[in-house]
């Protein structure tokens, strides 16, 4: 398409995108399954038939929503400080937000995925990636907390993450920006991006144990934009499909320069051959890296934060059975594989029909060498109809994603025409189409990207709201809409705002996980170097300039509740333990005049706040988390006197 | 009560609250309303019938949700930060973060009340308080952000706040934990209590057509621990009742220590006088204060902090008419006031009943000098009896707070034996109970603390969740829980879990504010100092080492797309100006290699990041908002050089 052209097609588009927005549906009508409140109440005291975990993007967080309610049961913190829930804020958790170069309390938690074992969701963790710092995390679903965060070095913006294998052996991460390899050599003219810019793609290993990353090796590949990916399933286990754009290799106004081919690529890589020539030693140290490793210890409630400095890089230009290209139309967003593995569905942004691969025929055609005359950038370039199982016609326009059901179909949503398309995988007909309010982004099938989807629910993560929920000033939620996709036509049930911008989401029936949810933290197995073991053992401690402050909480005191002889400028350190051991029985801490004052700790936890008291005076203390009738008189307070005076360092509770 | 008492009654109560959460209700039984599912459900494209804000507590937020619904629409972010929507982390937010010791990222954000006009909700202000650092904030209805922050002196503990006055003359606040005045006079012994902690309550009044916030004057009492409060309404306006604990004036362990009175106190003030004699000149001006006043203004889209250093100080002991005590049983931790304004009901957490008293009884005796013979550090204590109208009997145990609804009914929360109590506000009979899952705290009546409730919905606000959702790890969501109070009967309709730990909540018709919801920021009264005024003046500046990069935002480009000549060190600032004026259609704006690298700009708004570049190499950006198909595209780089590089400072877009 020349400049003009696209021109015209955007101004087409953005008429279909307005026509939907111009006038308010009530959405009462035609549209929504009459019993669909009955089909989406859950009764006070039953539980929701699965939890959803979904991505919060530009909140840096993910979040547990429960379906079919679409209640928000929980914030995750991962990549983003969370005053909630003192994620960020604690000395334990600092280290966790901490990368190759400090501290970072935001970032653009883009994608998740659910850990596997052949293929199924296994309850064990949720993967998550950040888009701005190239990172990735563990989530553990038996405490709800993020785990570990490892950084990805030789990239630019971490958006095509993280896509996990089938047994869970590798979560993949690539690029979304081509860039120069890190290093002091980086520091090139811009415009040479056709030389000087390159892909990495990250394949960071999962112990099957404990879920530990490492990152095993890198893919070096030519100058590309990667965006949505799937590892291979079933059939295709042991391969990865990239969707890519900019293959003009275009660095300035990609908005027309980068959407000038009629098609672009979806690269299909041999990870298990990868694997087998990383194993073998193949590849290069690169050793001018620095990516942080930070990881959260359950029995010592601490995190550490590590720095590596080197990584194994393989180029694929070096290697001919590593990558193929497989053109596309057009800026392909994703590439998603159909549940027995055999079907690969890719969705150009601005193509107007959906190629769907085929895996056999891929085979085929790598087998017989049956490639254009071309290569890319030293890579095999398929040749279109080689690889195609063939085109679903006519679909709507600006395809983005595919899920799909236990029935052998697709859906798939699409932004500019605003609405989701059901087809059959096999025939590639268009069975039934819902419009969605409004622009839809993402979409979620319970199990979707699984080899045996659950089905029945069918999630739209929709952008520009406008107005589906009473106005809340210039910045309005973005939009969920649930359907029931489990007859033959999809029946919309339920709108439920959503927190940050869902970018993907993952259903698991609560079957699968409620029982593993840890209800406390067993107190004999608190390992932190600063518990308290009992209130017995609750003091003050003095060691130079630095006063740590044993503290142990329980209902409905905390112990020591007064404390004088700490000194201006004096570095306090408050380790709270929580000496409860009931269910649901956080107490929370926090002190006048401590800048970031926040802690909430679980039973039996540990946890810190740094205080460096700037000025004399009485500074009240208080239990954050209300936790008994007498909550209120759970307080305290710290007498800070001039620095040298003669108060000395004492503490008490009750008696002195 | 003697402590061994105390302890014997606390043995009963946990009992009581153990037995109801030792079973696990399925809450679908009974209690719940047959068509529940139908009067909760908002059908797709309709809208809910109440606004409800309801404070975040320990997260510091305040969140907006739908009623009947359940549905969270926002977050407010008011005192910490906000990773979601830049809150804290943009140059132009974080004054509204400072203090009189510096940039405080978190608090606890514990009540809100709406303002008033003749003891009505106008929908215009929001008013909260922040707990550990003393403030009050005000947030705008129509932009639904913090437009004001102002600091409290003498005040350790603002909990007992934000209450306002019935044409929202004052927003009042008072200390929650006595503490001593400001100064360097602050260095006490702790358990100089008596004759050094003081409380100070704040009026800080309210400029009728801005809402601006100034702090006229504070009143000094005795040392008490302040607890919730309301304004008189009606035939009460111009008096202020405040629950008052801790009358043993104890220090330390006061779970204990605290409960020894079988009667603490609500304090009677008449703030009318006040306000008069603060009008003649009367009290001190206290100079040895220093808070900070923070202002966002809409038109130059930034927020500005100063530090005020001033404050009058009335002390009621030097005036007879000030301050009256009413004894109250026991431990209250809440005064609220009947629609009429006529009759006042302490609720004690230790008490077994409800104490109601009358105003026009209270008047009597104050004109009567109706008092014991003893008074309170020379303030004078009514006579229980010649201020009671009367005692609501055996209602439950554990009362903390009442709300009224349009028909002369008052509805009292019981935290120990987790349940609400319906009763008749004159005849102080009980008409209904309904259990709570779990420990009730808060609970709220649409309109229930104004002069004519809206009635209809009841939402009590649950700490203690444990199995009402699916587990999330040890960490829970609170839970509301939505009653229909339109019959005889109160009806449980629904749970939802809840941001934070929802303190109190106001629930605002949807008409009387939804069509004053801003839709955009018009581009034309974008005063912001560093504006850009369309693509064409999109540039790149050099003043030293500081960069300014004044650079525009519109579907689907970032203007200038390309930078070079930025140098290690260098102060960078990214001044990003939203030029679409479209409803819903914002960007953000992140660039990597930026620890704090967020934004999210509204149509027609300006905002910044600071970034100084620790390393060179190529920086990509993007918007961080799917805006449209070609959001993908939406990105550039940023060339970052060695310190004295010759690489000359250029930018472009599309062209050189």
């Known amino acids: 398409m020349k400049p003009k052209q696209y021109l015209l097609w955007m101004a087409a588009a953005t008429a279909v995108s307005l026509s939907f927005s111009a006038c308010r549906p009530k959405g009462a009508g035609s549209a929504v399954s009459g019993n669909a409140a009955q089909r989406t109440y859950v009764p006070p005291g039953q539980y929701d038939e699965f939890y959803t975990f979904t991505s919060g993007g530009f909140s840096g967080q993910m979040s547990v929503y429960g379906l079919p309610s679409g209640r928000l049961f929980r914030v995750i913190p991962v990549f983003s400080v969370d005053p909630e829930k003192a994620w960020g804020f604690s000395e334990e958790t600092k280290p966790m937000l901490m990368t190759s170069h400090g501290f970072v309390p935001w970032d653009d938690l883009h994608h998740i995925e659910s850990s ?38 030789n990239t630019g913006g971490n958006h095509c993450s993280p896509f996990t294998t089938e047994n869970s052996e590798y979560v993949i991460a690539a690029t979304r920006f081509s860039v120069p390899p890190d290093g002091p050599a980086s520091d090139v003219p811009i415009d040479s991006y056709k030389e000087n810019f390159k892909g990495h793609i990250s394949f960071v ?44 290799q275009s660095h300035t106004l990609l908005e027309v320069n980068a959407s000038q081919n009629d098609k672009d690529f979806i690269m299909a890589i041999n990870w298990k051959k990868a694997e087998e020539y990383f194993k073998a030693g193949k590849g290069t140290k690169q050793t001018n890296v620095r990516y942080a490793h930070n990881k959260y210890d359950e029995h010592t409630h601490t995190a550490t934060h590590e720095i590596k400095t080197e990584v194994t890089v393989l180029d694929v230009a070096d290697f001919d059975d590593l990558a193929y290209l ?12 159909s549940p027995t593995g055999e079907y690969i569905v890719g969705s150009g942004k601005l193509a107007a029909l959906i190629p769907v691969f085929s895996f056999e025929k891929l085979q085929n055609a790598i087998g017989n060498s049956d490639f254009e005359s071309e290569r890319y950038d030293g890579i095999p370039v398929m040749k279109y109809e080689s690889a195609l199982h063939g085109e679903v016609e006519k679909p709507g326009l600006g395809p983005l994603h595919t899920e799909f059901d236990d029935k052998g179909n697709a859906y ?32 979620m099938v319970a199990g979707g990207n699984s080899k045996k989807p659950y089905g029945k629910y069918l999630v739209a993560y929709n952008k520009i709201t406008k107005d589906r929920f009473l106005p809340t000033g210039p ?3 973005h939009s969920a809409q649930l359907f029931d996709i ?22 698991l029936p609560a079957d699968l996980i409620k029982d593993k949810s840890l ?12 518990k308290t073991n009992g209130e017995a053992e609750a003091r003050v401690e003095r060691d130079g300039n630095i006063v740590r402050v044993y503290m142990t909480t329980i209902r409905s005191h905390l112990t020591p509740d007064v404390i004088e002889g700490i000194h201006q400028g004096d570095e306090v350190y408050f380790h709270i333990t929580n000496i409860e051991q009931d269910w649901d029985m956080p107490h929370g801490f926090a002190i006048k005049g401590a800048g970031n004052s926040e802690l909430l700790v679980m039973p039996g936890e540990t946890q810190t706040i740094k205080w460096v008291p700037d000025r004399v005076g009485i500074f009240p203390f208080y239990c954050t988390d209300f936790c008994s009738a007498l909550h209120q008189e759970m307080s305290g307070y710290v007498r800070v006197s001039p620095k040298g005076s003669n108060v000395a360092l004492t503490s008490y509770t009750g008696n002195k």
Chains 1, 2 share one sequence.
Not at 520 to 527: S, T
């Open 205 to 248: 290993s999962v112990d099957k144990e404990t879920g530990e990353f490492d990152i095993a090796f890198q893919l070096k590949t030519p100058g590309l934009n990667f965006d949505l990916s799937s590892a291979g399933k079933g059939v295709s286990n042991g391969w990865l499909f990239i969707s890519c754009y900019n293959s003009e």
């Open 116 to 153: 596997f074992t052949d293929g199924m969701p296994d309850g064990k963790w949720i993967f998550a990636n950040s888009n701005n710092t190239p990172r990735l995390a563990r989530i553990d679903l038996t405490t709800y907390r993020t785990s570990e965060i490892i950084e990805i070095p």
């Open 519 to 530: 209800k406390i933290y067993d107190i004999n197995n608190n390992n932190h170097p600063f």
């Open 412 to 443: 798939t949503s699409f932004f500019v025409s605003s609405e989701v398309v059901k087809w059959d995988i096999k025939t590639l007909e268009v069975l039934d189409r819902q419009p969605t309010y409004y622009s839809v982004g993402h979409l």
């Open 475 to 477: 910045e309005l939620a």
């Open 486 to 507: 489990s007859g033959d036509k999809m029946e919309l049930l339920l709108d439920f705002p959503t927190i940050g911008e869902p970018h993907y989401a993952q259903s």
């Open 326 to 337: 497989i053109p596309c139309p057009k800026s392909p967003h994703g590439a998603d594989v």
